[in-house]
C-alpha cells in the first residue's frame, strides 16, 4: 500500500514521460490503470490494510506478555542502608533488574470473540474493497464505450459531410455543362456548410468524451490520448435470454457488496458475544523475577583489634568492664554474586469479578444488539437495492433492445427516401428543400442507431456483469 501511495503521489509529473510511447488505450488498460492509481481504490486499500493490522493484533492480545525493567538509583541523605543496617551519610547507588509476565487465562471469552469480531471486519472491508474497484471498472467502461460513441458518431458526420462534398463537385462540373441549375450548386453549398457544423460539434463531442475518461484515469493533459475501437459487434442476446430472478440468485453467491454486509452482520454478532463476556468474571496469572546491587553491600575481608573502650562496671567493686573494638576490612560484594544472591521469584493468580460497574456491561450489551440489528437491517437493504438494480438493469436493456431495433429500421428507410429524393431533386421534381430535410433525417437516423447501438451495448455489459462474467471487450 506505501507503495500505491507514492505512485498516486508521483504519477502526475512523471506520467507526461512514462505514457507518451503509448497514446491509444484498450478496455482493459485504462481499468487496470484506474484500479492502481484512482484515490478512491488506493483509500479502500488503506482500510483494508488497517483492519487487517486490528485483526492481527487482536490475536496476539492472547498471548501472554513480557517485559524486562531496569533501573539505577541514587540515594543520598542520612538514611538506614538496608545492606549494612547502619545510619550513613554518604550516597548510596543501586541497580534493580525485573523480567515479568502476565497472562488472561479466562475473561468469559472476550478475546476469543474479539479475534472473530476483527476477523468479519476485516473480510467484510476486502469485500468493501472489491466494490470500490467494480464501481471505477463500470465508470471506466461507461466512459471508453462515451468516447467510441463519439468517435464513431464524428465518422458518420465525416462521411456525411464527404458524400455532400462529392455530389457538390458533381453538380459543379454539371453547371458547367449546363445541365443542372445553379440553384441546385447553391442548395448543396449550403448544406456543405451545415454539415461543417455538425463535424465541428461531432470533433467537440469527441475530445469532451475523451477527457472525461482522462480525468478518470488521472493522466496529465499533456499526453497523448485516446481509445482503440475494438471489434465491437452489438450482439445477438434479446431481454428474454435474461431471467432477472436468475441473476439475482446468482449475483447472491458473487456480488461484493452481499458478502460485505453478511460479514458485518457476523462481525456484530460476536461482539455481542464480547459484550455479555462483560458478565463473568478474569482470572489473571502473573510471574515475576527480579534482582538488585548496590555498591553498599559491603562483605568483611580481615579484622584487626583496634583497642578498648569500657563499657561498664563491676557491681560491688566498681571495676571498670572493658571490651575490645574491632576494625574491618571491607569490600564491596561483586556484581554476579548480588545478582545471584538478591534473586527473587514470585508468581500468583488473580481474579476480578465486577460487582457493580455502573451499568458499563449492560450499555455495552445494548449497543452491540442495536449494531447487530443495524447490520443485519443494512443486510436486508443490500439486497433489495442489489434486486432493485437488476432490475433497473434488465428494463434498461429491454428499452435499449427495442430502441436500437426502431432507430434500424428508421434508417432503412431513411436510406431510401434519402435515395428517392436524391434522384427526383436531380431530376428536378424534387426542390432543395425537401433534399435538405431527407438528408438531416437520414443524418439524424443513423446518429440515433449509433446512440442506441452503444446504449444496448452497456445495458447488456450491465446484465452480464450482475451474471459474474468480467467487464471486457473483443479486439
Known amino acids: 500500500m506505501k507503495k500505491q501511495l507514492l505512485a498516486l503521489i508521483t504519477f502526475l509529473p512523471?506520467?507526461?514521460?512514462?505514457?507518451?510511447?503509448?497514446?491509444?488505450?484498450?478496455?482493459?488498460?485504462?481499468?487496470?490503470?484506474?484500479?492502481?492509481?484512482?484515490?478512491?481504490?488506493?483509500?479502500?486499500?488503506?482500510?483494508?490494510?488497517?483492519?487487517?493490522?486490528?485483526?492481527?493484533?487482536?490475536?496476539?492480545?492472547?498471548?501472554?506478555?513480557?517485559?524486562?525493567?531496569?533501573?539505577?538509583?541514587?540515594?543520598?541523605?542520612?538514611?538506614?542502608?538496608?545492606?549494612?543496617?547502619?545510619?550513613?551519610?554518604?550516597?548510596?547507588?543501586?541497580?534493580?533488574?525485573?523480567?515479568?509476565?502476565?497472562?488472561?487465562?479466562?475473561?468469559?471469552?472476550?478475546?476469543?470473540?474479539?479475534?472473530?469480531?476483527l476477523r468479519y471486519t476485516y473480510l467484510a472491508s476486502t469485500e468493501d474493497e472489491k466494490v470500490v474497484n467494480n464501481n471505477i471498472s463500470l465508470r471506466v467502461a461507461n466512459l471508453y464505450l462515451q468516447a467510441l460513441q463519439a468517435k464513431e458518431l464524428l465518422q458518420a458526420a465525416v462521411e456525411n459531410k464527404n458524400s455532400i462534398a462529392a455530389q457538390l463537385d458533381r453538380a459543379q462540373k454539371l453547371l458547367q455543362a449546363g445541365a443542372v441549375a445553379e440553384?441546385?450548386?447553391?442548395?448543396?453549398?449550403?448544406?456543405?456548410?451545415?454539415?461543417?457544423?455538425?463535424?465541428?460539434?461531432?470533433?467537440?463531442?469527441?475530445?469532451?468524451?475523451?477527457?472525461?475518461?482522462?480525468?478518470?484515469?488521472?493522466?496529465?493533459?499533456?499526453?497523448?490520448?485516446?481509445?482503440i475501437a475494438p471489434n465491437l459487434p452489438v450482439g445477438k442476446e434479446k431481454p428474454e435470454d435474461y431471467q432477472p430472478d436468475s441473476i439475482f440468485q446468482i449475483a447472491q453467491q458473487n456480488r461484493p457488496e452481499v458478502a460485505s454486509a453478511h460479514n458485518k452482520v457476523?462481525?456484530?454478532?460476536?461482539?455481542?458475544?464480547?459484550?455479555?463476556?462483560?458478565?463473568?468474571?478474569?482470572?489473571?496469572?502473573?510471574?515475576?523475577?527480579?534482582?538488585?546491587?548496590?555498591?553498599?553491600?559491603?562483605?568483611?575481608?580481615?579484622?584487626?583489634?583496634?583497642?578498648?573502650?569500657?563499657?561498664g562496671f563491676v557491681t560491688g567493686t566498681n571495676e571498670i568492664v572493658e571490651t575490645v573494638d574491632f576494625a574491618y576490612t571491607l569490600q564491596t560484594i561483586p556484581f554476579n554474586k548480588q545478582f545471584r544472591d538478591n534473586l527473587g521469584q514470585s508468581a500468583g493468580l488473580q481474579i476480578s469479578w465486577s460487582i457493580f460497574g455502573k451499568r458499563n456491561v449492560d450499555t455495552r450489551i445494548q449497543q452491540a444488539k442495536l449494531s447487530l440489528q443495524s447490520a443485519?437491517?443494512?443486510?436486508?437493504?443490500?439486497?433489495?437495492?442489489l434486486y432493485s438494480e437488476i432490475i433497473t438493469a434488465y428494463t434498461g436493456f429491454r428499452q435499449a433492445y427495442l430502441r436500437y431495433a426502431a432507430n434500424a429500421d428508421a434508417l432503412e428507410f431513411q436510406n431510401l427516401n434519402l435515395n428517392n429524393v436524391e434522384r427526383r431533386f436531380a431530376s428536378g421534381q424534387a426542390n432543395s428543400t425537401e433534399l435538405q430535410v431527407a438528408r438531416s433525417s437520414r443524418f439524424n437516423a443513423a446518429s440515433n442507431l449509433i446512440q442506441s447501438k452503444y446504449e444496448r451495448i452497456f445495458r447488456r455489459m450491465i446484465l452480464d456483469f450482475y451474471s459474474g462474467t468480467p467487464i471486457q471487450l473483443n479486439y
Do not use: M
Request: net charge positive; charged share 10%; proline share 2%.
Open 266 to 311: 457476523l462481525s456484530a454478532e460476536f461482539g455481542l458475544k464480547g459484550a455479555y463476556s462483560g458478565r463473568y468474571p478474569t482470572l489473571n496469572a502473573g510471574f515475576n523475577l527480579n534482582t538488585l546491587y548496590s555498591q553498599n553491600a559491603k562483605r568483611i575481608t580481615g579484622t584487626t583489634i583496634s583497642g578498648t573502650r569500657p563499657i
Open 376 to 385: 443485519q437491517l443494512q443486510e436486508t437493504a443490500v439486497r433489495y437495492q
Open 14 to 117: 512523471l506520467t507526461g514521460i512514462a505514457l507518451k510511447a503509448q497514446s491509444a488505450w484498450t478496455l482493459q488498460e485504462c481499468i487496470t490503470h484506474a484500479l492502481q492509481h484512482n484515490p478512491e481504490v488506493v483509500q479502500a486499500g488503506i482500510t483494508r490494510e488497517q483492519t487487517l493490522n486490528n485483526f492481527q493484533q487482536s490475536k496476539w492480545n492472547q498471548w501472554p506478555d513480557l517485559s524486562l525493567n531496569s533501573g539505577q538509583f541514587l540515594q543520598n541523605g542520612r538514611s538506614i542502608d538496608r545492606f549494612t543496617n547502619t545510619f550513613t551519610q554518604t550516597r548510596i547507588f543501586s541497580n534493580n533488574v525485573g523480567l515479568q509476565s502476565n497472562a488472561l487465562l479466562y475473561a468469559g471469552g472476550q478475546l476469543r470473540h474479539n479475534v472473530q469480531q
Open 183 to 227: 440553384s441546385q450548386v447553391l442548395t448543396l453549398q449550403a448544406q456543405l456548410s451545415a454539415e461543417q457544423v455538425n463535424l465541428v460539434v461531432a470533433t467537440n463531442q469527441v475530445e469532451q468524451a475523451l477527457t472525461g475518461l482522462r480525468t478518470l484515469l488521472l493522466l496529465p493533459f499533456g499526453v497523448d490520448f485516446d481509445v
